[in-house]
T-cell receptor
């Protein structure tokens, strides 16, 4: 089974609107971390936000927030007030406490429309 | 700190040639890894290391070798390049250890490899 699933290959959002990028994960480890990365067209991988399995509150970093629903094993990224510069690929990733590897989803391509 | 550096940035090889992609980090991270990125397939783990002298295979290790003689360096060797190895390669590093799963990976800028 896939450890990380991103079911939206491509998404469009109007500038200044909010958008949610979906991510579900699969693990039996009680300790894990969930990460979101942004990859603009220039190619670099940019770390956005982190959520720990024991965190009681959803993580937020500026316009990025993580909608963490532990029972549903989902960790959706919410981008508020979208900007043209948000157009990029977005990857969800997980690291289990019992291991070292990071598991990545296949990514979601976000296009912000002016 | 330079973070994670990769060389070269671009490379064109002919089928059957060998080469080494270099990766170095100056953050004293024990965990280092190599990924390849292909359209629609996300990042696939090739090999990883949890410290000097310790390496292990990832999801797609065939055709690649690694070694880790120092904490800083983690080179990836293509033994006999094939067109199927045309891809973008990323090196990444992270702290590791019990309870350190909350640390993100730091990525290098990537190497774009074309095998003709």
């Amino acid at each position: 089974a896939q450890k990380i699933t991103q079911t939206q290959p491509g998404m469009f959002v109007q500038e200044k609107e909010a958008v949610t990028l979906d991510c579900t994960y699969d693990t039996s480890d009680p300790s894990y971390g969930l990460f979101w990365y942004k990859q603009p067209s220039s190619g670099e991988m940019i770390f956005l936000i982190y959520q720990g399995s024991y965190d009681q509150q959803n993580a937020t970093e500026g316009r990025y927030s993580l909608n963490f629903q532990k029972a549903r094993k989902s960790a959706n990224l919410v981008i508020s007030a979208s900007q043209l510069g948000d157009s990029a690929m977005y990857f969800c990733a997980m690291r289990e406490g019992s291991g070292n590897q990071f598991y990545f989803g296949t990514g979601t391509s976000l296009t912000v429309i002016p | 700190n330079a973070g994670v550096t990769q060389t070269p940035k671009f490379q064109v090889l002919k089928t059957g040639q060998s080469m080494t992609l270099q990766c170095a980090q100056d953050m004293n991270h024990e965990y280092m890894s190599w990924y390849r990125q292909d359209p629609g397939m996300g990042l696939r783990l090739i090999h990883y290391s949890v410290g000097a002298g310790i390496t292990d295979q990832g999801e797609v290790p065939n055709g690649y070798n690694v070694s880790r003689s120092t904490t800083e360096d983690f080179p990836l060797r293509l033994l006999s390049a094939a067109p199927s190895q045309t891809s973008v390669y990323f090196c990444a590093s992270s702290p590791t250890g019990t309870g350190l799963y909350y640390n993100e990976q730091f990525f290098g800028p990537g190497t774009r490899l074309t095998v003709l």
